[in-house]
T-cell receptor, first 111, second 112 residues
Framework: EPEVTQTPSHQVTQMGQEVILRCVPI?????FYWYRQILGQKVEFLVS????????KSEIFDDQFSVERPDGSNFTLKIRSTKLEDSAMYFC?????????FGSGTRLTVV | QKEVEQNSGPLSVPEGAIASLNCTYS??????FFWYRQYSGKSPELIMS????GDKEDGRFTAQLNKASQYVSLLIRDSQPSDSATYLC????????????FGAGTRLAVHP
């Protein structure tokens, strides 16, 4: 079963620091997403990415966030200046149209 | 505002029973629905997708969609303790490869 791989599995960072979360999508999937889940809350959409550009973003995805696919394989989420409220599980997801596959997630803890 | 609503539970069923999980959604234009299972601290795992009215069966799982009533359900037959998890209902609105909107999830506990 193809997998979406995310690294790191857990990251602890100080408030105000930049973090980069990485995802390796399934190879023949073309649509990529980032979601987050604050502990005990719903899974929330952040951004979708297709053909090397953002196709949709949520209100959460403000100027502190950015995404890119720098080398044709990795798909990254950057948070420029982390806040305490950015502490959450971040999930990458990909699809080719027949169901969305989620990565194992990165637990981000901002202290 | 497109929303997906679920009863948070917990839903407790004995081993071997049928567990019935329900979900409603607000947007009549919704195209596709998905049921995910999420164990604590883990990522969502796709169980079923359903795109048209009616039932869809896969092993012990049956998804039901009623677009007129804006209602989606998941039945789990012969429930096992390993089925104990949070079940997330998600909708993809406006077709294509759009974002998923998730419900809050229903916690299912299957007791021996």
């Amino acid at each position: 079963e193809p997998e979406v791989t995310q690294t790191p599995s857990h990251q602890v960072t100080q408030m105000g620091q930049e973090v980069i979360l990485r995802c390796v999508p399934i190879s023949n999937h073309l649509y990529f997403y980032w979601y987050r889940q604050i502990l005990g809350q719903k899974v929330e959409f952040l951004v979708s990415f297709y053909n090397n550009e953002i196709s949709e973003k949520s209100e959460i995805f403000d100027d502190q966030f950015s995404v890119e696919r720098p080398d044709g394989s990795n798909f990254t989420l950057k948070i420029r200046s982390t806040k305490l409220e950015d502490s959450a599980m971040y999930f990458c997801a990909t699809t080719r149209g027949d169901g969305y596959t989620f990565g194992s997630g990165t637990r981000l803890t901002v202290v | 505002q497109k929303e997906v609503e679920q009863n948070s539970g917990p839903l407790s069923v004995p081993e071997g029973a049928i567990a019935s999980l329900n979900c409603t959604y607000s947007d009549r234009g919704s195209q596709s629905f998905f049921w995910y299972r999420q164990y604590s601290g883990k990522s969502p795992e796709l169980i079923m997708s359903i795109y048209s009215n009616g039932d869809k069966e896969d092993g012990r799982f049956t998804a039901q969609l009623n677009k007129a009533s804006q209602y989606v359900s998941l039945l789990i037959r012969d429930s096992q303790p390993s089925d104990s998890a949070t079940y997330l209902c998600a909708g993809s609105f406006s077709g294509g490869y759009n974002k998923l909107i998730f419900g809050a999830g229903t916690r299912l506990a299957v007791h021996p």
